[in-house]
């Protein structure tokens, strides 16, 4: 199996599933068991710090359009919330309601889908309400199989993050690559100045010039002699400070801020990586004009949803721990607050995404993002 990726068709056919559903099949089969069922996808707890003073119990759903996907055609309903919507601990984020072994082997890639996506959107977000409005960049698909390129920069992008690295994702997600330049280029030519100037000559004009400015020397002095070889078209300096040098990164970035004001470079700017995470990010965004974030998004922790039975042929059921009936979510926009309810009937939060095997929704990469800076900006006012 080439770079051992498993065939879409395997997916479509619910062979990526944990063995135990085939066997729960095989029985249900042979035993003529087969209810109408009510099954929902809910996470019991999201362990995420405050980000500074904003609360952190909540996660963005991502990959809906996956589960869409996957149901297509198969006879069951699926209501769910929005890509892109913020939910918290205990509601549903998505319904099935149909036969249970038409839809039983399917849990497994169902919940991939979403806890995988979920959790880079949500930290994603996360380094968006840290950022404020400095831009994010993600940088972080070199930390991950090269198959899940597109979905580590789709969800980082729906979360929040300004732009991606990743050449293939950008391209079919219709944005434009973002990224400075490696160390390594700097190392061929064994000379920082060489390398800033080639890049200069070489690379298409409308690319900002962002050198690297910390291979051989301090980052101060890299930074002078940048600005000091492009002059005014240096856009900014880039500081990846590894962490046995980092020490105090905040005041590294401040001397060099300082040397470069004093130099009369006062709009070049100082983007930084290597590490970047929320906390990082509160730290130096009064002084820098951008963040690379890496592993801490495109390795960010699953959400851990489950898939439960909450109603058998019309009547309540749950496992211990888990709420009984069929529930819909009424949201409070102004507040961002929720109530939950068994659903009666009333829109909410639980809209069709499939009706009888039929996708009847439409998805939106920008609607998506938009939606999780509209929330962003409730959380950030109700702190
Ligand atoms: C890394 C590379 C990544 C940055 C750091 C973000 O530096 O620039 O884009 O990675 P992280 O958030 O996962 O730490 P290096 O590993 O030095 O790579 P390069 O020389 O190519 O910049």
């Given amino acids: 199996m080439k770079f051992s ?4 068709e395997e997916i479509e056919e619910g062979i990526t599933t944990d063995v135990y559903f085939l066997r729960t099949e095989e029985i249900l089969r042979k035993k003529g068991i087969n209810p109408w069922v009510v099954a929902e996808v809910t996470v019991s707890d999201i362990k995420n710090p405050p980000i500074g003073s904003i609360r952190g119990d909540w996660g963005v759903l991502a990959g809906t359009e996956d589960v869409a996907h996957l149901f297509e055609k198969k006879s ?6 929005e890509e892109g919507t913020i939910f ?7 319904r099935i309601e149909g036969r249970y072994l038409d839809f039983a082997r399917y849990e497994t890639p169902l919940l991939g889908f979403l806890c995988h996506q979920s959790g880079i959107a949500t930290k994603a977000a996360r380094a968006r309400l840290a950022a404020g409005d400095v831009p994010l960049i993600s940088f972080g698909t070199r930390r991950q199989h090269p198959a899940l390129a597109l979905i580590i920069e789709r969800c980082a992008y729906i979360g929040g993050m300004d732009g991606v690295s990743n050449v293939a994702a950008a391209r079919h997600l219709g944005i434009r690559a973002s990224g400075t330049m490696p160390h390594s280029l700097i190392i061929c030519f064994s000379d920082q100045k060489k390398a800033w100037k080639a890049f200069d000559e070489v690379i298409d004009k409308s690319i900002p010039r962002i050198c690297l400015c910390d291979t051989y020397c301090d980052e101060k002095t890299e930074a002078i002699m ?8 240096l856009h900014a300096v880039r500081l990846d400070t590894p962490s046995s040098r980092r020490g105090n990164f905040r005041k590294v970035v401040e001397e060099v801020r300082w040397e470069l004001d004093i130099r009369g470079f006062k709009d070049v700017g100082i983007f930084v990586s290597g590490g970047i995470d929320e906390q990082d990010i509160i730290e130096l965004r009064d002084i820098v ?10 390795n960010a922790r699953a959400i851990d949803f489950a898939l439960d ?3 058998i042929e019309g009547k309540p059921c749950a496992k211990r721990g888990k709420r009984g009936g069929k529930k819909q979510i009424y949201r409070n926009w102004e507040t961002m607050e929720d109530e939950i309810r ?4 009333k829109e909410g939060l639980l809209k069709p995404l499939i009706r009888d095997g039929e996708i009847v929704r439409k998805f939106s990469l920008e609607r998506a993002r938009e939606r999780v800076m509209k929330q962003l ?3 950030n006012r109700s702190k």
């Fill in 5 to 8: 990726i498993v065939d879409p």
């Fill in 76 to 81: 069951v309903d699926i209501y769910a919330m």
């Fill in 88 to 94: 918290y601990p205990n509601e549903p984020v998505l």
């Fill in 226 to 233: 940048a600005c000091e070889t492009l002059g005014n078209s």
């Fill in 289 to 298: 004009s951008g963040f690379g974030v890496g592993s801490s998004v495109a």
């Fill in 309 to 311: 039975i909450v109603e």
């Fill in 342 to 345: 068994i659903d009666d009937g």
């Fill in 377 to 379: 900006r409730v959380l």
